[in-house]
């Protein structure tokens, strides 16, 4: 392995260069698809914006009077074609119906604007959160310092660019970030409030991170387990405002599709989406649960293994997502947003979030910008030096992660590889709170 080059591969100049190379390189990808595309649905059949449409769809079925039947799959079937005729392929909608009633807003315009307001929004919401992030990244700012006392001149003046912002542009540039912003899913908007949350409690400002956390509840499997930790920590406020703003989304649903909205999507879920999802795209989800099904549970269906061993391997699934979280509430303990290294932990359970949620997708992985973030710059605060073996290991990250999706290599393989990523960046991640917190027993002793 040639340490000369990986260093000279991740040097500040170079990592400015890639950033703005493939932040450069979607941008053109993202106009000529758009370009050449005959109307609103393309050459193969599939609709622009792909599962914006699904939003989309919600919204113009509550804004038409139709929200009580806002997750029947006839009415949305027959919406998405007046919108998008000639699709082949149809994005089912099964969120909390507060997000339908909040998609009534961008429904009223037409489709492709809709659309194109969706990926400026996404896109703002990114870069706000990598914008809160800012001042906490201490590390980096330690690391300009260092290159500016060594050669005279900062990252700024090498490169055009701060380290926060080749951070920045690394993250937009990554693949599963550009998807999620491009293809209409709102991953952008989770990880503005993920960063949100983690920069206010830091801060010991827990109105601004129960607001955060609140709104977070429109994807509950993100929002509910930072939710419990805090509890843990006695956040009271942070917490009970979380907790009166779920009241709000039901009440928001309630309104618009009827008071037992939540049960109908539960039924959507386990019911026709479940079918559809793992038909179509099973081997792009990331996690467990979802791993064991199409590695695992779906090739011994096709071997006709009997219904009960099948039922135990599924809730083998469930138990291993239990010992996960368990493994995470003990872990926890420890965790004190007073103390330096508390972006580690939360670092850690932000990286855990697709792998424990009973729904994530390939582009769900976005999310692991806020980890890789949080932990390269607590390195770079400790002044820990970022070892040849460690720039490999996130360059071929940032390589390999789309390249694994867009090959179908869990396809080939008939294995999610992919569901691999979160728990490692989690399990790094962690490493380095343990690591943090030897050091403090050394220094107390």
């Not at 039947?69 to 998405?80: A, E, F, N, S, W």
């Not at 607590?378 to 070892?387: A, E, F, K």
């Amino acid at each position: 392995m040639n340490h000369t080059l990986i260093q000279s591969l991740t040097s500040p100049t170079r990592l400015a260069a890639i950033a703005l190379l493939f932040t450069g390189v979607w941008g053109v990808a993202f106009v000529a698809k758009h370009a050449l595309a005959p109307d609103v649905v393309n050459q193969s059949g599939e609709a622009l914006g792909r599962d914006f449409l699904a939003f989309y769809v919600a919204g113009r079925i509550v804004q038409q009077g139709d929200g009580a039947q806002i997750y029947d799959p006839v009415l949305q079937t027959r919406i998405t074609k007046e919108i998008t005729p000639g699709i082949r392929g149809y994005q089912y909608f099964i969120n909390p119906a507060s997000v339908a009633a909040v998609y009534t807003l961008v429904a009223a315009l037409p489709y492709m604007p809709a659309f194109y307001l969706h990926v400026v929004i996404m896109a703002t919401c990114y870069l706000l959160g990598m914008w809160l992030l800012r001042k906490e990244l201490t590390g980096l700012k330690i690391r300009s310092a260092e290159l500016a006392r060594h050669t005279g001149m900062g990252l700024d003046t090498m490169t055009g660019l701060s380290g926060f912002w080749i951070a920045a542009l690394l993250g937009i540039s990554w693949m599963p970030m550009m998807h999620t912003i491009t293809g209409g899913q709102n991953a952008g908007l989770v990880f503005l409030l993920l960063c949100w949350a983690y920069v206010a409690t830091r801060r010991n400002q827990p109105i601004r991170a129960g607001l955060a956390l609140g709104l977070l509840l429109f994807k509950p499997q993100y929002a509910l387990p930072f939710i419990g930790l805090l509890l843990l920590k006695r956040r009271w406020r942070t917490v009970g405002l979380a907790l009166l703003l779920g009241v709000g989304h039901y009440a928001l649903g309630a309104a618009v599709c009827g008071t037992d909205w939540p049960v109908k999507m539960q039924q959507a879920l386990n019911g026709y989406y479940r079918a559809e999802e793992r038909k179509v795209s099973g081997h792009s989800h990331i996690a467990i649960t979802e791993a064991i099904d199409y590695s695992i549970i779906q090739p011994l269906e096709r071997r006709g293994v009997s219904e009960q061993t099948i039922r135990q391997v599924r809730w083998s699934g469930y138990a291993l997502v239990g010992l996960v979280i368990a493994a995470l509430i003990w872990w926890w303990r420890d965790a004190d947003p007073s103390r330096p290294d508390f972006g580690l932990y939360w670092g850690t359970v932000t990286a855990l979030l697709p792998s424990i949620s009973l729904h994530a997708q390939y582009y769900d992985g976005a999310l692991l910008v806020l980890p890789l973030v949080l932990t390269v710059d607590g390195l770079l605060m400790r002044q820990i030096p970022i070892r040849p073996a460690l720039r490999w290991a996130l360059v071929l990250l940032y390589f390999l992660y789309p390249l694994i999706f867009l090959l179908q290599f869990s396809k080939i393989i008939g294995f999610q590889l992919l569901s691999l990523v979160p728990p490692a960046v989690a399990l790094w991640c962690g490493r380095w709170t343990l690591h943090a917190g030897s050091k403090r027993l050394a220094d107390e002793q």
